[in-house]
């Protein structure tokens, strides 16, 4: 028989526990940047500014103008679950900004080396501290461990460098840093056409053009126009929609039927918060397969919102997806609204359709 004698069971360590979470929150540099872009347009920034080297392993910089961190702050910045965002359990029904659960930068500074440099308002220099497994710590070995007063403009840079060095496996798992940084970019691209009236831009280190650069008068369309480029925005027709039962409004720009393009992209934003969602994009793509040629594609910007109470932002680590109540009905009004524009361009259209 194979009976064996169970072995004891001990608590981990505090500091494996903090690494185990910060691997399932930070899977790729792209999720450190997310993290990062959304703490910073949470701050009221009207500037948001990407450096990235090798596909943000070994460089991720991000630099904004919103309100900064109080020097007092510093001391417990990058602990775990310490935020000015919620207080109660139940503030979760009512969040209206994307961090909630103070774990990003404790999350970041167990597997990177973090470097913070903040001013507000009202302090009359910037601030800059060094970050490891959640502590302050001295720049160099053998200095006092507390922040430093530098010169600096009113915002936070977070410096976050050589992500994953002491997570091996996850760090051999990165084979092309060409791929993450396209997934930076893309992110980047995302925020930057959601977020109306905040500047952005994004760029390789050493290199001295920017992959994106959007100003912050720059209008919807627009940042759709420089990001993805005019064969996309020349297409593209607005939608707005709403319905109280489901207490949802639903608005966006969508291509008509003129534009096909090989793979789909949604760019969705629900209550603000950039996520991904499977049946919505099943939803679009059989909206379109009526009015698209076969193996056609549509690129969709939906902003979708939802009242807070009915949506849980909490069901996965990286904030990835969302559940909420009647995704069905929502579902079907949103792609039954965007069917009827379609239908509207596609009579207007002035040519004969291939058959
Ligand atoms: P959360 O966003 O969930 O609160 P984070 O770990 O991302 O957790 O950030 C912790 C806290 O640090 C935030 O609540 C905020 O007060 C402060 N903070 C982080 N980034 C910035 C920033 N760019 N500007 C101003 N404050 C920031
Ligand atoms: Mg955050």
Known sequence: DNITIPRRIKPLDQDVVNKIAAGEI??????????????????????VEVLVKDGGLKLLQITDNGCGIDKEDLPILCERFTTSKLQTFEDLQTIATYGFRGEALASISHIAHLTVTTKTRDSNCAW???????????????????????AGRQGTQITVEDLFYNVPTRRRAFRSPSDEYNKIIDMVGRYAIHCSNVAFSCKKHGESSTSIAVQASASCLDRIRQIYGGSVANELTEFSTSDDRWA????????????????????????????????????????????????????????????PRRVDVNVHPTKREVNFLNEDEIIQ?????????LAAVDASRTFVTQT
Not at 333 to 341: L, M
């Open 128 to 150: 800059r501290a060094y970050y490891d497994s959640g502590k302050l710590v001295p720049a160099k070995p053998g200095q006092s461990p507390d922040p430093k007063p530098v």
């Open 248 to 307: 949802f409004k639903a608005n966006g720009l969508a291509t008509n039927a003129n534009y096909s393009t090989k793979k789909t992209t949604v760019l969705l934003f629900i209550n603000h918060r950039c996520v991904e969602s499977s049946n919505i994009r099943k939803a679009i793509e059989q909206t379109y397969s009526a009015f698209l040629p076969k193996n056609g594609h549509p690129f969709v910007y939906l902003s979708l919102e939802i009242d």
């Open 26 to 47: 930070i899977v790729a540099p792209v999720h450190a940047l997310k993290e990062l872009m959304e703490n910073a347009v949470d701050a009221g920034s009207t500037s």
């Open 333 to 341: 009004a949103i792609c039954e609204h965007i069917r009827s524009k």
